[in-house]
């Protein structure tokens, strides 16, 4: 076999090679990222409620696939021109409510929001956050 025919026959197999592994790489980066990303939303629920959150509306500002959603009541709006949330909360999914995209919920006269649990999330600049789960009760 010639000198020239070897070189070819490494280079193609060096490239083959090359291809195989990359593919094998992202499959590898995709499926870790798959498998992250479904445990980093976590809900904990108490056995019974517990604080009562001092509030009497909150505004929706992203509704989850599930039909949660994740509320804030105190937004700003930044210097630039930003949206802040600072107090963010979490509803869960509820057969008697669906949530949309800034839905304002008020409370009703005599009832109150109480803590019910813990949400854990990662945000989109990928820091984890943890919010309290609330529904609404009676006082």
């Known amino acids: 076999m010639s000198t020239r ?3 070819i026959l490494t280079f193609v197999a060096g490239l083959v090679t090359g291809v195989i ?8 980066v995709a499926m870790s990222d798959r498998n992250n990303s479904s445990s980093d939303n976590v809900v904990q629920m108490f056995d019974t409620p517990k604080q009562e959150i001092k509030a009497d509306e909150f505004k929706i500002f992203q509704v989850l696939p599930d ?7 105190d937004e700003i709006i930044s210097k630039e021109g930003y ?3 600072g107090t ?6 509820s057969n ?7 839905q304002i919920i008020t409370l009703p006269k005599g009832k109150c929001f109480k803590q019910i649990g ?3 999330y990662t945000t989109k600049d990928g820091m984890m956050k943890t919010v309290p789960a609330i529904d609404i ?3």
């Open 5 to 7: 025919t070897k070189f």
């Open 21 to 28: 592994l990359v593919f094998a790489f992202g499959y590898y």
């Open 67 to 73: 039909g949660s959603a994740l509320a804030s009541y």
């Open 83 to 85: 949206i802040e949330y």
């Open 88 to 93: 963010v909360v979490f509803f869960p999914a």
């Open 96 to 102: 008697e409510a669906a949530y949309y995209d800034s």
């Open 118 to 120: 813990t949400y854990r």
């Open 137 to 139: 009760f009676d006082k």
